[in-house]
């Protein structure tokens, strides 16, 4: 998907940490559910991410509201959702 970056010292997320210090993301796990059958479909998919300043602490991102998702790379979108009741 082309996020190599985004595991390295060289990414930009000193938005998330209140020093501004950055850090970078050290662990992402990702499950995804798929139904298909004659009735329709349905799909899910759960995602936690380990962010690490660069001090070395961890932090624990927490979605305490409802938010919409895409993962996708250039035009190709390979999955969407939403998180309505976090």
Request: avoid cysteine; charge should be negative; aromatic fraction near 10%.
């Amino acid at each position: 998907l082309g996020i190599r970056e985004l595991f390295t010292d060289k990414s930009d997320l000193s938005g998330l940490f209140a020093d501004k210090s950055g850090g970078k993301v050290s662990q992402v796990s990702h499950k995804a559910f798929l139904e298909v059958n004659e009735e329709g479909a349905e799909a899910a998919g759960a995602t936690s991410v380990a962010v690490t300043n660069r001090a070395g602490f961890s932090t624990f991102l927490m979605a305490d509201h409802p938010f919409a998702f895409v993962i996708r790379d250039a035009n190709t979108i390979y999955f969407q959702g939403r998180v309505v009741s976090p």
